[in-house]
């Protein structure tokens, strides 16, 4: 189980590495946390010629708050992600969504960009980056951009990143993701879950909802944007029956596949299941504020 | 690369593709880092790199270059156990043993973080560690009596040894405990 022979790169600055990428085009890879990548490189399903390890760019690890967004580097490591107290404050689906990914061990390397990157359907981050209406920014030698999460994903391990881009930011909207939660409904601890389903919620102050965001991971082709469940709970109260109805429309609308975590049709009903409790927590944060 | 491992600052030409774990056993011999599953899986493998508990078989040894690791034989030896190694002794935290070095491993980087922590916060720290022989009930009472070793300090610790009929075995000064 040893990689194919390749070349090590270890870029000290995001200049550096942009030039790497570029002179090394569709045969080099960034290397962040490699939670994911070393072992698909052990099996040889990925083979880069030329790594380009993005862990000595201190410049891509922090965590920090402006007016408007949460903003983290992308190579902030998940157990800083789930330590933080802003995070925890501002948006506690992040904070639950980064501690429930993996095993301690694992999140001592992995990071955030690593997760939201390698843009596997079953990875929690995802999920999260939709959710809270996230902007993702990537940067090129030629100048930087910022994407929504819900265009981010473009299907299984593939996303909106061109030739030469790397993550190198999430944006969370500041103060609006208050309301929020995910929750993983794991067969085992650290495994990749049955379903996760992150919810985020805005009251207006006559109770009802005034936006919403609901996403899953793990039951389609890439992380699933509820789309007619977030319709169903704009405009009203959370109350039970919405929550319901919700859960509902995001079983309905999900495209799981069988596999040893459990049947489509069991899927389908736990992405239901788990769809309302994230709702509820997310609700249910109003009264910690 | 350069590499700072237990101490002891060593130098190598290595391939890129080797892991760290192969780095450790098969370039510096120091065979206690166990080879398990090889899949970030079972964490037997478990190394502090810069005071953090990773798995060594999911990182390339180039990545460490310039940094700090710490395998089981800089925790301590036979002759010189740590409280963490005493306390599964103690409590029988190991059945057949090839799990402990990196359940050890773990142990360090939880009570360095939480000198004091609680059942539930133990098996969270160790739910990327697997034993497939005797279970965990006896792990998680070994970190608890760690935890509790060393906030009573190195001396009972050796007492405690030493009521057992074995050999004294001060336990080591740890790095930045």
Redesign the interface.
């Known amino acids: ?8 790169h ?1 870029p000290r600055t995001v200049d550096e590495a942009l030039a790497l990428a570029d002179r090394y085009g569709p045969d080099g890879k960034f ?1 962040a946390g ?2 994911s990548l ?2 698909l ?2 099996l040889r399903i990925a083979s880069p010629a030329h ?1 380009i ?1 993005l ?1 000595r760019i201190a410049q891509l690890s922090y965590i920090r708050a402006d007016r408007e967004n949460i903003a983290i580097g992308a190579m902030t490591r998940l ?1 800083e992600v789930s330590n933080s107290g802003l995070v925890a404050e501002e948006c506690p689906a992040l904070a639950q969504c980064a501690i429930q990914i ?5 999140r ?2 992995s990071t955030i960009g690593g997760n939201i990157a390698h843009a596997d359907p079953s990875n929690d981050m995802p999920a999260v980056m939709v959710a809270t209406g996230a902007q993702l920014v990537a940067t090129s030698s030629r100048g930087r951009r910022s994407i929504p999460a819900s265009d981010f994903f473009v299907d299984t391990f593939t996303t909106a990143l061109r030739q030469g881009e790397l993550l190198t930011e999430v944006r969370i909207p500041a103060g609006r993701c208050r309301l929020s939660a995910y929750i993983k409904l794991e067969r085992q ?2 495994d990749f879950g049955v379903v996760g389903v992150a919810a985020v919620l805005e009251l207006a102050s006559d109770g009802t909802c005034s936006s919403c965001g609901v996403a899953l991971s793990g039951v389609g082709p890439k992380v699933l944007k509820a789309k007619r469940a977030e319709g169903l709970i704009v405009g009203n109260r959370p109350d039970e029956g919405t929550l319901g109805k919700a859960g509902r429309a995001a079983a309905e609308d999900c495209d799981p596949v069988g596999d040893l975590r459990g049947s489509a049709d069991y899927k389908r009903r736990m992405s239901q299941v788990i769809t309302i409790r994230a709702l509820r927590a997310a609700a249910k944060e109003a009264e910690r504020i | 690369m350069s590499v700072e491992v237990n101490g002891e600052k060593k130098v190598a030409r290595i391939e890129p593709r080797t892991l760290l774990l192969r780095f450790l056993r098969d370039n510096l011999g120091l065979t206690g880092t166990h080879f398990g599953c090889e899949t970030t899986s079972c964490g037997t493998c478990t190394v502090l790199l810069d005071g953090r508990a990773v798995k060594s078989c999911t990182i390339f040894a180039a990545q460490v270059d310039g940094r700090k690791v710490t395998t089981i034989e800089g925790v301590g030896s036979a002759s010189e156990m740590n409280p963490i190694q005493l306390a599964f002794w103690e409590k029988h935290g190991l059945q057949c043993g090839f799990c402990t070095p990196g359940m050890v491993m773990t142990t360090f980087e939880l009570l360095q973080k939480n000198p004091d922590p609680d059942e539930q916060q133990v098996r969270a720290a160790l739910s990327g560690n697997l034993c497939r022989c005797t279970g965990y009930v006896n792990v998680v009472e070994s970190v608890l009596y760690a935890a509790k070793l060393m906030k009573k300090g190195a001396k009972k610790a050796t007492e405690a040894g030493k009521q057992k009929g074995e050999p004294p075995r001060p336990p080591r000064e740890i790095e930045g405990m």
């Open positions: 189980m040893n990689p194919r022979p390749f070349e090590y270890s290397l490699g939670q070393i072992p490189m052990k790594l390890d862990g157990d993996a095993d301690p061990l694992v001592n390397l601890a650290g």
